[in-house]
């Protein structure tokens, strides 16, 4: 679905992502995960081309990002970030139609598969009982699901989540975790999503690259990246592992910051 070469991103001078070098099979669910500042939500933007990238090569679906036109790219990826607005008097099912815009003429109605796909996004993130609400007027873990279903209805093939859960409480984001995991077995849609939440990202997901100073530090299975010496590596922080009781992946329970300069971690044992 995605690859990419030797990318390097950065502002004003400073390199936030520097040779990162990556492969995205289809039907994936991927979780970036890293400390603050360490590229994550740069790095989505650079694949959806929302930024400039400075140096490699990024190919959707075999074409090179840097021929596809934007409303091409529209098509193909569609991008759920932490922080969404939209008009105060607009509706829920108002508010999905705007999923479509990527595959209209500025001067085309709206037509019957429109609404046919409009209705379905809204099955499908269960908001049956709010389409003709207000979207100010739902919780934040509605208005989620509203900006889901907007995604869903452009139909693309891929889906980038930026820190989704981010603001909602523990039951909404529960709920948002399970629809994605939902959408992604229903339709085999390729989802790539940056977490802060290692413990969601474990549990949801079929692959996680962790990320620090703008490099790929692991990448793969839970199982397999979600290990003490990389945690404490890349977050300073001395952990246990346990199980997840409902998905068997991997459970973190942080135990302690501890720094790894010898002048701060002279008792540190992991």
């Not at 099955?123 to 995604?151: C, I």
């Not at 979600?226 to 997840?244: Q, S, T």
Request: charged share 30%.
């Amino acid at each position: 679905m995605i690859k990419i070469n030797n990318l390097k991103v950065g502002y004003e001078n400073k390199v936030i992502i520097e040779d990162l070098s990556l492969e995205v099979k289809r039907g994936e669910v991927i979780s970036i995960i890293g400390p603050n500042g360490s590229g994550k939500s740069t790095f989505l933007k650079a694949i959806a081309r929302f930024i400039k990238k400075d140096e490699g090569e990024i190919y959707l679906l075999d074409k090179l990002l840097d021929n596809m036109k934007n409303n091409d790219i529209s098509k193909a990826i569609s991008m759920l970030s932490q922080q969404n607005s939209s008009p105060n008097d607009i509706t829920v099912k108002e508010l999905i139609y705007y999923g479509r815009t990527p595959h209209k003429k500025w001067y085309e109605q709206r037509n019957k598969e429109d609404e046919e796909i409009v209705n379905w996004a809204i099955k499908n993130t269960g908001l049956e009982n709010y389409k003709n609400r207000k979207v100010a007027m739902l919780s934040g873990g509605e208005r989620q699901r509203v900006w889901l279903a907007m995604s869903l209805a452009q139909k693309t093939e891929v889906l980038f989540l930026d820190e989704p859960t981010t603001y909602l409480d523990m039951c909404h984001q529960l709920e948002l975790m399970e629809l994605v995991r939902e959408i992604n077995s229903k339709f085999n849609m390729t989802i790539i999503m940056v977490l802060h939440d290692l413990n969601q990202a474990a549990r949801y997901s079929d692959r996680v690259i962790i990320m620090k100073k703008g490099k790929i530090v692991a990448d793969g299975s839970p199982e397999e990246v979600m290990v003490k010496d990389i945690i404490h590596e890349v977050y300073n922080v001395k952990c246990c592992i346990g199980k997840d009781p409902i998905s068997n992946k991997p459970h973190i329970y942080p135990l302690e910051v501890c720094y790894k300069e010898k002048d701060r971690c002279n008792n540190c044992v992991l």
